[in-house]
């Protein structure tokens, strides 16, 4: 059956990310692509740090850069800084570049392991461009020096959700893509094949489709409750299933810093996303350890400002579908799982999803063999950074706590035991299953939380001298020349891309 009707059932970041995508089939082929979305549900709308990724997906559809964070008050994210992680007191920045780069064919951390343990007590910190400028709040981008000899920065955004999906909605509804207000009442099934074959609305009307994106939340009105696809259940991984959103004004008069920050609590931990107004908060906790009343007092008592809106608490199960895409039904965002915003991992999730779904989809049907593909890919990426915010739980210190005793002597999946021995041995990380995270997120967070390498690659000790250690300075040396001279990021905002007061 040929695809001439898509419908995406839910706004939001994931449903209006869809549209856009997907809008541009229509310069191919008169595909017919409708929206329904209700103004009376509203979104969660608290996800608004990226990671690098999402550059990509702005720069498929066309976006002006300097046009989309003005419009959606962005400002720029270098990394995440993680505080009371690993232990109480302890600080550590997850950047979003490399330690160094690979010399002779071996991975920088591997090298300054080598020269650590002979004496040289610099920390691998200051050979990272992204930590170095966020430590001073500067920023600028590789395209504003245009010099080959010097390092590349690497970056994301912060940027209000809410925002982002109303700037997607005037570029899809440009393109084509037809908006319709209201609920959805009923779902039909095809009695043969179990497709979804059309929606109705709260008022009657009947939308039929060939393909649907169901971009309903957490309640996956067609993944879910239509089709029953059934959900892989976290929690024993990932304990927490609560959390409170709430912005504020910044008081202190300090501008917005160019990294996103996590805070760990008693029982959870609290998010801290600069916007150029205003900061994104909230804080994400497990309920069996703390109150709803606790965990809101915690956050406003961490606040750099009033709360500027009321608190909107939220509850989740970790994890994800057993399918992903299911008939002719294909979920994106909350409707297909949901992995705490730890590593900014959720709109990234929407993107995958998104290129996937382009990737493997013709109009002339669905076949068995792309429903399977997506979720098998689909799975394995799920699988990954789940092992990645495990991480963090799990390699800690911290005895302060119930919650934290739980998650220091937690089980956990074999693929993450494997990864931190290997390191731990001789600080080796296979990259596998083209997975999201680099060497360096793995050995960033690692490191950070108190794994420390006992050895390094074998060959890091058969590269020549002094030349080696002559292009190791260098590194640093050429960092620090870099942001020596970036401007404040709250200036650079201001110069490229101020948001409207």
């Known amino acids: 059956m040929a695809i001439d009707r898509i419908i995406i059932v839910g706004g939001g970041t994931a449903g209006w990310m869809a549209a856009a995508a997907l809008s541009r089939l229509k310069t191919g082929r008169p595909v017919a692509i409708t ?3 209700s103004e009376a549900i509203g979104t969660v709308g608290v996800g608004e740090a990226t990671i690098p990724p999402f550059l990509d997906f702005n720069k498929l559809l066309g976006v002006d850069e300097r046009e989309m964070l003005s419009a959606v008050q962005g400002s720029f994210k270098l990394g995440i800084q993680f505080v009371n992680w690993g232990k109480l007191g302890d600080s550590y920045i997850h950047p979003f570049g490399n330690y160094g780069y690979q010399i002779g064919g071996i991975s920088f951390h591997h090298l300054w392991h080598k020269y650590h343990q002979a004496g040289d007590k610099r920390p691998i910190q200051l050979f990272n461009m992204e930590t170095i400028a966020a430590h001073f709040s500067r920023f600028a981008r590789t395209d504003d020096y245009q010099r080959d000899d010097l390092p590349p920065i690497n970056y994301a955004y912060h940027v209000d959700a809410t925002r982002y999906a109303r700037f997607l909605r005037s570029y899809a509804e440009t393109r084509g893509v037809v908006r319709r207000e209201g609920k959805v009442a009923d779902v039909a099934l095809d009695g043969e094949s179990g497709f979804v074959t059309s929606i109705t609305m709260d008022d009657g009307d009947v939308i039929g489709g060939d393909l649907f994106i169901d971009c309903s ?3 996956g009105l067609l993944i879910e409750q239509a089709l029953k696809t059934g959900y892989e259940d976290w929690t024993n991984y990932l304990p927490c299933d609560r959390a409170v ?26 998010w801290q996303v600069p916007l150029q107004h205003r900061n994104g908060n909230g804080h994400v906790y497990c309920s069996e350890y703390m109150s709803d009343d606790e965990a809101h007092g915690i956050l406003v008592g961490n606040l750099a400002g009033k709360p500027g809106a009321e608190p909107n608490f939220l509850r989740f199960v970790t994890g994800r579908r057993k399918k992903f895409w299911n008939k002719n039904v294909v979920a994106l965002g909350l409707s297909a799982g949901f ?9 990234h999730l929407v993107n995958t999803g998104i290129n996937k779904l382009i990737a493997l989809l013709s109009l002339d049907g669905i076949t068995q063999v792309q429903e399977d593909a997506f979720n098998r890919l689909t799975g394995k990426e799920y699988a990954r950074i789940r092992d990645f915010l495990i991480l963090h739980y799990n390699s800690t210190t911290r005895d302060d706590s119930a919650f934290w005793n739980y998650c220091r002597n937690m089980d956990v999946p074999d693929s993450l035991t494997e990864k931190i021995e ?8 296979f990259r596998e299953d083209d997975e999201l995270f680099t060497e360096t997120s793995w050995a960033a967070v690692m490191m950070g939380q108190g794994i420390a390498m006992t050895g390094h690659n074998a060959m890091a000790d058969a590269l020549p001298e002094p030349a080696t250690r002559k292009e190791y300075d260098a590194i640093q040396q050429s960092i620090r020349f870099v942001v020596d001279h970036m401007p404040q990021h709250g200036d650079y905002l201001r110069n490229y891309c101020p948001a409207p007061d």
């Open 245 to 270: 959103a709430l912005p504020c004004v910044r008081e202190d008069g300090s501008g917005p810093l160019p990294y996103t920050r996590s805070t760990a609590h008693s029982a959870g931990w609290q």
């Open 35 to 37: 929206l329904v979305e």
């Open 217 to 219: 939340g957490f309640r």
């Open 339 to 347: 992995m705490e915003p730890l590593e900014s991992t959720s709109i």
């Open 422 to 429: 290997l390191f731990r041995h001789n600080g080796q990380i």
